[in-house]
């Protein structure tokens, strides 16, 4: 059985290695084929992600001849499968995948199973379990979603998507952390979301959390004011009134920042 991967460079495995396929554009069109999910994607479709709106003479000849190379290379990597993978139907192609076999349908089906979840057992012993899934979910990521692959539009909706579904993920991570004590131990990983995320409120709130109950009470509020100069400098707003309350919080020993489940509804994205 093969493996694909898309949460990272993208990638096919299976037991004895890792390969990659072709070049950019063969790696663009299995890219649009796995982000469909198992629906038809239409030739049109396919041409703009390969060749967006300058596609070459005679495209669609173009286009059979990339399905063929890519067509050859999986029945090389999997001969002992009885129907190809790629198959040409009436509105266009269809790629057979099961979500077992890619890893971006893992990590969205484990960190949903973990919320489903949580609202039933809130015991510590099952949001130990919920952290370790949530982390092996996350350790599936290798680097930008499609490897930094431009595409087209489906292509860039996915990774949007999974950009964005990595993001509540690791809130999810960290709310389950902070509940149960883990507040020393993330704040390195925090600070490196927040670098990579510097204008997204949760992140800086669930920053701020962990410090403060680290003891840093000065180092929380030097987070916040970062991100509010950061915000007042490239978008002239300041930070919502439910971050700001935080910033009181800190100031005054509210007991609101030691409470078990902070307010994570209060998140809102910038930009």
Known sequence: MLAFSVLGAVEVSRNNGVFR???VMQQTLLSSLLVCGGSVVTVDSLMEELWGTTPPVKAENALQAQISRLRRRLAQLEPGRAEPRLTTRAAGYLFEVDRAELDAWIFLDTVDAVRGRMPEDKSEAASQADIARLRTA???????????LTGGPMCQTAVNKLNEARNAALCLLYEIELKFGGHMRIIPELSEVCTQNPMQE???LLSMIALYRSGRQTDALE???RFRRRLAEQLGIEPSPALARYERAILTHDPLMLTDEPSLSIYSTVG
Do not use: E, M, N
Request: glycine share 30%; hydrophobic share 40%; proline share 5%.
């Open 21 to 23: 396929i072709g070049g």
């Open 138 to 148: 996350l350790g599936l990521w290798r680097g930008p979603a499609l490897g930094g």
């Open 202 to 204: 949760q992140f800086c």
């Open 223 to 225: 987070v916040y004011r």
